[in-house]
């Protein structure tokens, strides 16, 4: 079945640096999505890719998805405070049968 | 975005008896939901998915006569904790779509605490 690892489990930056986590899938996938949740909150949507290859950006958030569609990044230019949470990618795949499953997550500190 | 409303968002019951969380799409007809477990610091743990009309698929390790889930109508689905253990304390979230694959939505959750 989907094996999917992400990378780090957690990160600590000084506002202002960057940051990146990684979603990396044993199988090829299908597309993928991204959410945020903030401490005590519920997961928020925050994009979906499709193509093999694909870049979509929101302001200072960047998600790639990798060319041959295994792996996934979503990469923070300049944090603020205000990106603190956890960071989820949710892959699918065709054999997926309707599931919405979450990887394991990276939770990001961001230092004042 | 499609707003969904999930209740209660805590609750504290005594060992042994049964509490049902209640999830409502006030947005859009839900063709799937899902319940969700998570625990402190980890990541969401899919229990089942529903379809409204037809019987939730439970992922493997779930226990279906215990996590009873009832997808009634394409807004409303609820989970029963039946017979409830202390081990079944933990966050539960429930998340809706409107079509597969399609963006998900989610309850604020319920913090369940089994005394």
């Known amino acids: 079945g989907q094996q999917v690892m992400q990378i780090p489990q957690y990160q600590h930056v000084q506002e202002g640096e960057d940051f990146t986590t990684y979603c990396n899938s044993s199988?090829?996938?299908?597309?993928i999505q991204w959410y945020k949740q903030r401490p005590g909150g519920h997961p928020v949507f925050l994009i979906q890719?499709?193509?093999?290859?694909e870049v979509k950006k929101q302001k200072r958030l960047t998600f790639q998805f990798g060319e041959a569609k295994k792996n996934s990044s979503l990469h923070i230019t300049a944090t603020q405070t205000t990106d603190v949470g956890t960071y989820f990618c949710a892959p699918y795949s065709s054999g997926s049968a309707r599931q919405l499953t979450f990887g394991s997550g990276t939770q990001l500190t961001v230092l004042p | 975005g499609a707003v969904v409303s999930q209740h209660p968002s805590w609750v504290i019951c005594k060992s042994g008896t049964s509490v049902k969380i209640e999830c409502r799409s006030l947005d859009f007809q839900a063709t799937t939901m899902f319940w969700y477990r998570q625990f402190p610091k980890q990541s969401l743990m899919l229990m089942a998915t529903s379809n409204e009309g037809s019987k939730a698929t439970y992922e493997q390790g779930v226990e279906k006569d215990k996590f009873l889930i009832n997808h009634a109508s394409l807004t409303l689905s609820t989970l029963t904790v039946t017979s409830a253990h202390p081990e079944d304390s933990s966050f539960y979230i429930c998340?809706?779509?409107?079509?597969?694959?399609?963006?998900?939505?989610f309850g604020q959750g319920t913090r369940l605490t089994v005394v």
């Open positions: 199988t090829t996938l299908s597309n």
């Open positions: 890719l499709v193509k093999s290859g």
């Open positions: 998340g809706v779509q409107q079509g597969f694959g399609t963006e998900a939505f």
